[in-house]
């Protein structure tokens, strides 16, 4: 099960169906099953506590992923600042809904098995989101 939950924050406008579909396609393309996946939407103040009492990290980020993951089942919390999604949109001159699509598949592939912070890992992350990111492209259209 997907669940969407927020915390100080306006839930962001999503198709939900649409994005639990994709959720799925892609764990599926690593061979994973889904499990209980939930997404909590929050703003900068909220992820820096977070960040500060779990993983003991003073700064914002734009998501935090918890992995409860078993065998070929992802399962895990996902938490998401809104408030960075915005602020990196803007910086990289981005699409709002495309920035917080990215962010939401980024914690999936975490979940996948997929690092980002060793040498190279950065790139293979960013590949594995454009991939991914065309996917839903392509699941909106049929």
């Not at 939407?41 to 700064?59: Q, R």
């Amino acid at each position: 099960m997907i669940t969407y939950n927020t915390d100080g924050v306006g839930m962001p406008k999503m198709k939900k169906r649409l994005i639990n579909r994709w959720i799925r396609a892609v764990a599926a393309t690593y061979g994973r099953k889904v499990g209980d996946i939930g997404y909590m939407f929050v703003d900068d103040e909220k992820i820096l506590e977070v960040n500060n009492d779990y993983l003991g990290h003073d700064y914002y980020t734009d998501i935090i992923t918890f992995d409860y993951d078993e065998d070929d089942i992802i399962s895990g919390d996902l938490v998401i600042s809104l408030d960075t999604v915005r602020t990196n949109a803007e910086q990289f001159g981005k699409e709002y809904d495309d920035e917080l699509h990215r962010v939401i598949i980024h914690g999936i592939l975490h979940l996948c098995g997929i690092n980002d912070k060793g040498p190279g890992e950065r790139e293979i992350m960013e590949a594995n989101e454009n991939k991914a990111l065309a996917l839903l492209k392509t699941l909106e259209e049929g």
